[in-house]
């Protein structure tokens, strides 16, 4: 254990002699890190309530925009329950659509962060 420290101890001077200085890994993790976020957008995953979209916010959108729709011009009762039923399911098609393509969008941007914060510890900055 003492030879390895000793190894340690001369090899920092004989590093500066060269020209060499030696840079602490952390100092350039962060470095890669504040890059490749400003490079790419991600600054995390965020959780999925936080996402737009959703099929029980598109179904609630839905149903309430073709209530609401039906009350002015529908005049059967019938009719307008099934337009609400209709709205609340294609609303609930499109918020689930909706939160798909957030999640896409979220993958990409992490996908393109490790691909830079790599790129940057490689050395090919």
Request: charged share 25%; net charge positive; proline share 3%.
């Amino acid at each position: 254990m003492k030879r390895y420290r000793y190894l340690g101890i001369a090899l920092v001077p004989a590093l500066m002699l060269t020209g060499i200085q030696p840079v602490a890994a952390q100092d350039r993790y962060r470095y890669c890190q504040q890059r490749a976020s400003e490079f790419s957008g991600y600054n995390g995953r965020v959780p999925d309530r936080y996402l737009p979209g959703g099929a029980l916010e598109g179904a609630a959108k839905g149903a309430v925009t073709s209530g609401i729709g039906g009350l002015i011009f529908e005049k059967n009762k019938k009719k307008r329950k099934r337009n609400v039923r209709r709205g609340a399911a294609i609303g609930a098609l499109v918020g689930a659509i909706k939160r798909g393509n957030a999640k896409k969008k979220q993958n990409r941007a992490a996908r393109n962060y490790r691909l830079e914060l790599d790129a940057c510890m490689r050395g090919g900055y």
